[in-house]
């Protein structure tokens, strides 16, 4: 009886945790996306030939974002865009922020960016 009971809690306790890191990406918040909307404004734009937030997040829609992100492609994806920042070291912290900017505001949310 014991260890059915701890067998059903664990396999729970796995099935919450699974479906929690699932959804990480659609529980991307506003406030998250405006700490990327400032490190595009601060350090891509210039480099980007001042290319809107917004026209650099409309590229590609919430899904493709999310696969270029997850897939480790997103950092080459903005040196292909921006070729400016080739030659830049795009930190992990920022590669995620630009990340929840982009998704957020990716070309099929719907969300426009006040950034400009």
């Known amino acids: 009886m014991f260890k059915k009971s701890i067998?059903?809690?664990l396999a729970s306790l796995f099935a919450i945790s699974t479906a929690t890191t699932t959804l990480s990406a659609?529980?991307?918040s506003e406030a998250e996306a405006k700490k990327g909307s400032k490190v595009y404004q601060k350090k891509f734009k210039s480099r980007c030939d001042n290319m809107t937030g917004a026209a650099f997040a409309g590229q590609y829609d919430m899904d493709e974002w999310e696969d270029l992100y997850n897939e480790g492609d997103l950092e080459a994806e903005i040196k292909d865009v921006c070729p400016a920042t080739e030659?830049?070291?795009i930190k992990d912290r920022d590669l995620k922020k630009l990340f929840h900017f982009f998704y957020f505001y990716g070309a099929d949310s719907g969300?426009?960016?006040s950034c400009g």
């Open 7 to 9: 067998s059903i809690a």
């Open 26 to 28: 659609a529980d991307v």
């Open 87 to 89: 030659k830049m070291e």
């Open 111 to 113: 969300k426009v960016p």
